[in-house]
Nanobody, 130 residues
Framework: QVHLVVSGGGSVEAGGSLRLSCAAS????????MGWFRQAPGKEREGVAVIDSQGEIKYADFVKGRFTISREADKKTLYQRTLALQKNNLTPDETGVYYC???????????????????WGQGTQVTVSS
């Protein structure tokens, strides 16, 4: 069973940076795609950045080189992964709840789609003030 725990949200001024982390257990191998999604107030949840099942990194167009996604395997167990998202030069439009998601065998154009993922962590609030 996949279990995802998100941390690292908070409040920051425009132009600032935040780092989100997702502690994932039950991830048996790197064929699991893992990614970050966000939901702004009044809007649908959308993909931000993912590492798909082929190890390819995909970013949403609005990221524009400002975010970096990374993934590390726990050295003590094969079943845990930590997914991070470093976000720089934040804008108020990026205020919202950020989620971590994972699912096996997700790749290609659907990797940034919320419908491709069945395992979700709890969200963390990110607030960017102008």
């Amino acid at each position: 069973q996949v279990h995802l725990v998100v941390s690292g949200g908070g409040s920051v001024e425009a132009g600032g940076s935040l780092r989100l982390s997702c502690a994932a257990s039950g991830i048996l191998n790197d064929f699991f795609a893992m990614g970050w999604f966000r939901q702004a107030p009044g809007k649908e949840r959308e993909g931000v950045a993912v590492i798909d099942s082929q190890g390819e990194i995909k970013y949403a167009d609005f990221v524009k080189g400002r975010f970096t996604i990374s993934r590390e395997a726990d050295k003590k167990t094969l079943y845990q992964r930590t997914l991070a998202l470093q976000k720089n030069n934040l804008t108020p439009d990026e205020t919202g709840v950020y989620y971590c998601a994972a699912d096996p065998w997700v790749s290609g154009i659907k990797a940034l789609s919320t419908e491709a993922y069945g395992n979700w962590g709890q969200g963390t609030q990110v607030t960017v003030s102008s």
